[in-house]
């Protein structure tokens, strides 16, 4: 996988783990993906991996109508 971008939410208090999201492009097949999860924090591109290789997949039509404000 080719990370393309990240963005990271901290957590309020120091006991929750940051939260991410990482959009990649999967150098077989060049569809870009996007994966949610959480790393610990200590490096931006490990935490990027650990999150493309454990994190949830996160579909973009789906966050779209989620934040979709009437």
Known sequence: M???RSIWFSP???????IGIVKCQDKV???VKLYIGTGQGLN??????LI????APLY???LKKFLEVK
Do not use: A
Not at 52 to 55: F, L, M, T
């Open 12 to 18: 309020w208090t120091g006991d929750l783990q940051t």
């Open 52 to 55: 493309v290789k454990r994190g």
């Open 44 to 49: 931006q591109f490990e935490d990027e991996m």
């Open 29 to 31: 097949t060049d569809e």
């Open 60 to 62: 973009p039509e789906l």
């Open 2 to 4: 080719n990370i393309l």
